[in-house]
């Protein structure tokens, strides 16, 4: 076995570990999340966690049958799930959502932006402005007019809106900038909406992870291996040699502390980004 695999050996039975000791506690008993954005990976495990924590969804994005298939795992764990198709890139569509959120539950605890696009991988400059105005659309304004049309229910329950952001902040390299793009404005964004906001006892935050250790980037990490003539293994450890853990995080660990941002013991943080990265990126 190579040094490489023995690594990324390690890091999997360290995750399998952290599996093994974790214990789901009633952090969000019954409390009302809506989570846009239930995709594959950190939207499923979103919604999955927040169940385990005693969460109700309701669960927002344009496929319902993924919409489905993650209400199905919501009420396995004994809660329950409403599920809303819903293109937050259309006013009528993110209004009906919040009726339908209402009408639901009669109150709404925390709004979760997980919902994103990718721009053109390529050097910013050479990305058409139509392309990188479509994917704002999504990551930018989306969460800003979700943020104000839910603002009136998180008000009434003291609630919180956090902002899933991305390690992509402290790179500069050339094919990332245009999803920096957004998720720096992303960032600002949350940040002025927490001070906006504040006065009226709703806390937001945003989380930034770096490479998730899930389905999607397993194919990623295959491609690359296969266009670089290496090793899934050894892309791996490429990727994790620069945080402190030597490893990447779960979508199930960065599902968690996202979390704990929408629970009670987070109840004086605001206007924060949390990263979670196995410690890649920290003064």
Do not use: W
């Not at 779960?250 to 004086?268: C, G, H, I, K, Y």
């Amino acid at each position: 076995m190579t040094q490489n695999s023995t690594e990324l050996g390690y890091a999997q039975a360290h995750d399998t570990s952290i599996e093994e000791r974790y214990q789901p506690v009633p952090l969000l008993k019954d409390k009302v999340i809506v989570l846009s954005g239930v995709g594959p990976g950190l939207g499923r495990a979103l919604g999955e966690e927040a169940a385990r924590l005693g969460a109700d969804l309701v669960l927002a994005s344009r496929t319902a049958s993924r919409l489905e298939k993650m209400a199905s795992v919501v009420e396995s764990l004994g809660r329950r799930a409403v599920v809303v198709p819903t293109d937050i890139t259309d006013e009528a569509s993110r209004a009906a959502l919040v009726e339908k959120s209402l009408e639901a539950f009669g109150r709404v605890d925390c709004l979760l932006n997980n919902a994103f696009a990718i721009p053109p991988m390529d050097p910013i400059t050479q990305i058409k402005p139509e392309d990188l105005a479509r994917a704002n659309e999504t990551n930018v304004f989306a969460p800003l007019r979700l943020s104000a049309l839910f603002a009136d229910a998180l008000s009434a329950s003291k609630g919180s809106i956090i902002m899933l952001n991305s390690c992509v902040s402290f790179s500069s390299q050339p094919e990332y900038a245009g999803y920096k793009l957004s998720k720096g404005a992303l960032e600002h964004l949350a940040s002025s909406l927490a001070t906006e906001l504040g006065p009226r006892g709703i806390r937001v935050n945003s989380v930034a992870p770096s490479y998730i250790y899930e389905d999607v980037n397993r194919g990623y990490f295959d491609f690359l291996a296969a266009v670089e003539g290496t090793t899934h293994e050894e892309v791996y450890a490429a990727k994790a040699a620069p945080t402190d853990l030597k490893r990447l995080a779960s979508a199930q660990e960065v599902a968690r502390a996202t979390l704990f941002l929408a629970s009670d013991l987070a109840s004086a943080v605001t206007g924060q980004m949390l990263t979670v990265d196995c410690g890649e990126f920290h003064d």
